[in-house]
Structure formats: structure tokens, C-alpha cells
């Protein structure tokens, strides 16, 4: 397949995800908020968003990082298109599951309720699981390793910094429900035993 197809699915399929997230987004904004944390969380996805931007405008436009090309084979350029479907059907499960408690950064709203449905039922952060699975499928369709490392890298540093402190925030307000939950499930994989 002609890069230039590699590209316009990339863009196809960015688009979609974007979509996705603004939807939701807007759907959950009415509820009113009663705790949430801003400075760090913001910046943490601000630098995300950059650093998958950059070198995702650089592919898309460019030929500045063909240097850094892997030069996949044509199959696993198409599993990174199947990965990121599948990421992409994950994140809108994820979504919906959440409804009205789902926010971009680290929020309690008015009538919060725990999740232990959908992907909940087997992980506490299918989010993240589904962001990281497209960062890979991202990564395999450009077959260009900057598309890769700088979101990833970016993506470990929001995530490690904000699910302890989500999970901090979670256990507050749910206490024994929330740590019996968490007993059970696993953070990013579903737990094989318990």
C-alpha cells in the first residue's frame, strides 16, 4: 500500500477518535462538579496532546522523521489499523459505560457513582487501557518509532501520575465498596485470579 493511504487512514481514524472524545465530552458537562484537580492534571494531558501532535503533524506533512521509518512489514501496518479500531471501539464502550461521570481530568461530580459495569467489571481504568492500545496501533500503522516513544512517553507520565491519585480520590468517597472493587479487577488488564 502507497504511504499516502497509511496517512489519510491515519487522519480517518484520528478524526473518529477525536469525535468520540468532544461528544462525550460535551454530553457529561452538565454535571455539576463538587472536587476536582486542575494545574497538574491539565498540564499532564496538555503535554500528551503535544507530544502526539508534533510528530503526527511531522508524518502526516513532512518528510523531516522518515529517518526515524521502521519500515514495518505491510501485516503489521494492518494489525495497527485493526488495533486501533479495536482501541477506538473500547474508548466509546468506556464512554458510554461512564455516562455522566465521565470527565477529562480527575473529577467527583453531584451523584458520582461507581462504575463495576461494562469494561469496569474486569479493569478500573479501561480508559487508559484503550488509550494505550491506540498509541500502539498508532505506532504500527506509521511504522515510524517517533509516533511512537513521544506518546507513549508522555502518555506513561500523565498516567502514573494521575491513577494513584484517582484511586486516592475514588477510595475517599466509596471507601470498603472501592477497595473490595479494586481487589477484584486489575488497573489496565483484567486480573487471570484473584
Known amino acids: 500500500m502507497v504511504e499516502i493511504n497509511f496517512k489519510l487512514i491515519f487522519v480517518f481514524l484520528l478524526i473518529g477518535i477525536n469525535l468520540i472524545r468532544i461528544y462525550y465530552h460535551y454530553k457529561s458537562k452538565t454535571q455539576e462538579k463538587l472536587h476536582h484537580k486542575k494545574f497538574k492534571e491539565v498540564s499532564s494531558v496538555i503535554l500528551f496532546y503535544i507530544m502526539f501532535a508534533i510528530p503526527?503533524?511531522?508524518?502526516?506533512?513532512t518528510n523531516y522523521?522518515?529517518?526515524?521509518?521502521?519500515?514495518?512489514?505491510?501485516?503489521?501496518r494492518y494489525f495497527?489499523?485493526?488495533?486501533?479500531?479495536?482501541?477506538?471501539?473500547?474508548f466509546?464502550?468506556?464512554h458510554q459505560t461512564l455516562g455522566k461521570n465521565f470527565s477529562s481530568i480527575l473529577t467527583i461530580k453531584k451523584d458520582h457513582k461507581l462504575i463495576k459495569e461494562g469494561p469496569y467489571k474486569y479493569v478500573r481504568h479501561p480508559m487508559y487501557?484503550?488509550?494505550?492500545?491506540m498509541i500502539f496501533g498508532f505506532f504500527f500503522l506509521t511504522s515510524n518509532i517517533l509516533v511512537g516513544i513521544l506518546p507513549f512517553l508522555s502518555f506513561c507520565y500523565l498516567y502514573f501520575s494521575r491513577v494513584k491519585n484517582e484511586e486516592k480520590m475514588l477510595t475517599k468517597i466509596f471507601k470498603k465498596n472501592y477497595i473490595k472493587y479494586s481487589s477484584r479487577t486489575g488497573r489496565l488488564i483484567p486480573k487471570l485470579w484473584n
Not at 56 to 61: A, E
Not at 80 to 90: H, N
Open 80 to 90: 495497527g489499523i485493526v488495533l486501533v479500531i479495536i482501541s477506538a471501539l473500547i
Open 129 to 133: 487501557t484503550s488509550i494505550f492500545l
Open 92 to 94: 466509546i464502550w468506556t
Open 56 to 61: 503526527s503533524i511531522l508524518y502526516l506533512t
Open 65 to 76: 522523521i522518515d529517518f526515524f521509518n521502521l519500515n514495518f512489514y505491510l501485516f503489521i
